[in-house]
């Protein structure tokens, strides 16, 4: 055969096999990609479920464990407990915190759940640890929470006379008391006792969340109280304590006096790096109320209050008073954020409370679209009745304030004395506040004396002397004693 016909042959055996090769090349492509489908499959699926479990490992973690604070250590469901939320537990409370007694200390665990129970006692060198989504719950009928006597620098059960309803968490005379945990909770569940009280159905004054009486080395910290019923923390004549990384909650309106923390005759006191909002006065440092604080006669003291965030729709973030008959000095308040509230920060007295405000130093405040930003009043006429001393006149003295920032501010400052009364010896130093209602006299001040240092906006009363950077005299302060007062702003 000739070269050309050999050539021309193999192009054709070239064209009859191309078919053949493309459907073989076909198939096989399509088995390799019918393969990798599989396995890209496969691969996915495996990828969800691992992604799945670390959704579940991100957001629903294993619960951690609980740590060991005592050398002795009981769970809650030991003595019978059920977690949820139906089950009255208060004698499964009360059995452990008894065998704790009897052991000379420990520390009770009360994991996660809903523990519903009545009111109950702690015992000294206590621990009581809340885990992770542990909430107990505090019964919300009255029948179930105890009576005890007015307490002996009020006379009187604050709302009502006679006596009055206990706190769910109690304790007095008690050493070496920590309640802690991982930020589980205590719920008062306050709905009820609110409702009732504003439609005048109970008998007696309502009880505190958490109430430690006569008792020293007290560590609150890592919890969140909710809802109580009347104030929410209230140490009563306590000494040497400790509330830190704590969240107090309540609704900002419609929730009766839930203060947040109400250091009361106390001394040796710290309250830190805490998250409030609640339905009054965010702290309210008090000492006794009219003759009967004057006559138990313990002040509170030594307290510092520091990096807060707090918010007050209703009163104030910080409040002295208005229960301070019994004295309160060397108040430290510094590195504080009050938010959307009506106050600031506030002194309240008046005449019949006698006592004494002294001492307090207010450093590096921030009020965010705060209506009022710093009160001073001295008529808070409220008594427990008529047998207090009109001519018991407190003393308001030494009050500084140290660099105060915001804005949204209504009226940065309302200092109004009288002339029973006077506020002696305020100072600032360094204030820049961004107002939003421009009135004539912004600073708003009566029967005061003290003094303005460096940068002051807006501009201060005349009441005060006015100083340069260097505290250098630039004018003296002249008398601006107006009887017309505004409190409605």
């Not at 670390?54 to 619960?63: A, L, N, S």
């Not at 949820?84 to 052991?103: C, P, Q």
């Not at 008792?215 to 809802?227: A, C, G, K, M, N």
Request: net charge positive; glycine share 8%; hydrophobic share 35%.
């Amino acid at each position: 055969m000739p070269d050309s016909l050999r050539v021309h042959a193999r192009r054709l055996d070239y064209k009859r096999l191309f078919p053949s090769l493309l459907s073989s090349h076909q198939t096989f492509l399509t088995l390799i990609w019918t393969a990798g489908f599989i396995l890209v499959a496969l691969w996915q699926k495996t990828a969800v479920d691992r992604l799945l479990t670390y959704h579940d490992q991100r957001f629903f973690p294993p619960p951690r464990p609980i740590a060991k604070l005592r050398r002795l250590a009981f769970n809650l469901t030991d003595f019978g407990a059920v977690g949820d939320g139906v089950y009255l537990n208060t004698e499964a409370f009360e059995r452990a915190i008894s065998e704790i007694r009897k052991r000379g200390g420990g520390q009770l665990n009360v994991g996660p759940g809903l523990w519903l129970t009545a009111p109950f006692n702690l015992t000294s060198h206590m621990t009581l640890f809340l885990a992770e989504n542990a909430v107990i719950l505090g019964i919300d009928d009255e029948n179930y929470w105890p009576l005890m006597p007015p307490l002996p620098s009020y006379g009187y059960g604050r709302e009502r006379p006679g006596p009055r309803y206990g706190s769910l968490i109690h304790g007095q005379n008690l050493k070496d008391v920590v309640i802690t945990g991982h930020n589980g909770t205590i719920n008062g569940q306050g709905k009820a006792w609110w409702e009732k009280y504003r439609k005048n159905r109970l008998n007696h004054t309502r009880g505190p969340l958490v109430q430690i009486m006569w008792s020293r080395d007290i560590v609150i910290s890592h919890i969140t109280l909710r809802d109580s019923p009347f104030w929410t923390l209230h140490p009563y004549d306590c000494q040497n304590v400790t509330i830190r990384n704590v969240t107090i909650l309540a609704p900002s309106s419609e929730a009766p006096n839930t203060d947040g923390i109400d250091p009361d005759s106390c001394e040796n006191m710290i309250i830190e790096d805490s998250y409030i909002s609640v339905g009054d006065d965010g702290i309210a440092v008090k000492s006794g109320w009219d003759q009967y604080g004057i006559a138990y006669g313990r002040p509170s003291t030594n307290i510092v209050i520091r990096n807060l965030i707090v918010r007050s729709m209703i009163s104030a973030g910080v409040s002295i008073g208005s229960e301070m008959s019994g004295g309160v000095s060397n108040i430290t308040v510094e590195n504080l954020l009050v938010w959307n509230s009506k106050r600031g920060i506030r002194i309240k007295t008046s005449a019949g409370r006698g006592g004494y405000v002294r001492n307090i130093s207010y450093q590096n405040l921030t009020f965010e679209n705060v209506r009022v930003g710093i009160v001073i009043k001295t008529d808070y006429n409220e008594h427990p009745d008529e047998g207090f001393d009109p001519n018991a006149l407190p003393v308001i003295e030494d009050i500084s304030f140290t660099s105060i920032h915001g804005q949204g501010i209504r009226i940065p400052v309302r200092i109004y004395g009288s002339r029973e009364i006077p506020v002696r010896n305020v100072t600032f130093r360094g204030m820049l506040v961004g107002i939003t209602y421009k009135k004539k006299h912004i600073f708003q001040c009566s029967y005061v004396h003290g003094r303005a240092i460096g940068k002051i906006f807006p501009v201060p009363c005349e009441n005060l002397d006015v100083y340069d950077e260097m505290e250098r005299l630039v004018r003296l302060g002249t008398a601006q004693n107006s009887t017309d007062r505004d409190y409605d702003a």
